[in-house]
T-cell receptor, first 114, second 114 residues
């Protein structure tokens, strides 16, 4: 069964600090992996998109890594801001006959304190 | 930037009533999806739709659910006889042809069944 597991479930950090969120997946066949930010009561917003051949991708203060061999990804947030408080969701998109179907992780709830 | 628009943002309905959730996907997108998120749980796939027919559906998407693209711009999710456990955020998403880079979510409709 296709699954996406994230850790930690929740994280509290001080403003200005860095943090790293983890994602392990078993989705097969793999097409690409995305990290989304979801504010409470809102739809997910894409932060990064990574294909099989990409190891690292940055988007401002967000840097995602992907190890397709071990099926692991991480999202690193540098110099955190109060507005970074949200749920961060790892999403894996399947290939093959399930092309385009998303499998979501449960999310990591990040809280940034002043 | 193009958006996926969902209406209403919040709907309250009595158990047993029919509801229709509406979505306007991005105009040149061809693949359409409905997802739901029960409070505190991960986002779950419901159904995918392409070329005026369902391409894949999950176990959740039983006979109570149906989807339609009635006029070439709207994409609707109908729940025939709502149950308390249908209370959730429902997200519509659309993407363009060929790859998954154009995957965009709407802001969601919060459905509350009382």
């Amino acid at each position: 069964k296709n699954q996406v597991e994230q850790s930690p479930q929740s994280l509290i950090i001080l403003e200005g600090k860095n943090c790293t969120l983890q994602c392990n997946y078993t989705v097969s066949p793999f097409s690409n992996l995305r990290w989304y930010k979801q504010d409470t009561g809102r739809g997910p917003v894409s932060l990064t998109i990574m294909t099989f051949s990409e190891n690292t991708k940055s988007n401002g203060r967000y840097t995602a890594t992907l190890d397709a061999d071990t099926k692991q990804s991480s999202l690193h947030i540098t110099a955190s801001q109060l507005s970074d408080s949200a749920s961060y969701i790892c999403v894996v998109i399947a290939g093959g006959t399930s092309y385009g179907k998303l499998t979501f992780g449960q999310g990591t709830i990040l809280t940034v304190h002043p | 930037e193009p958006e996926v628009t969902q209406t209403p943002s919040h709907q309250v309905t009595q158990m047993g009533q029919e509801v229709i959730l509406r979505c306007v996907p991005i105009s040149n997108h061809l693949y359409f999806y409905w997802y739901r998120q029960i409070l505190g749980q991960k986002v779950e796939f419901l159904v995918s739709f392409y070329n005026n027919e369902i391409s894949e559906k999950s176990e959740i998407f039983d006979d109570q659910f149906s989807v339609e693209r009635p006029d070439g711009s709207n994409f609707t999710l109908k729940i025939r006889s709502t149950k308390l456990e249908d209370s959730a955020m429902y997200f519509c998403a659309s993407r363009d042809r060929g790859n998954n880079y154009g995957y965009t979510f709407g802001s969601g409709t919060r459905l509350t069944v009382v």
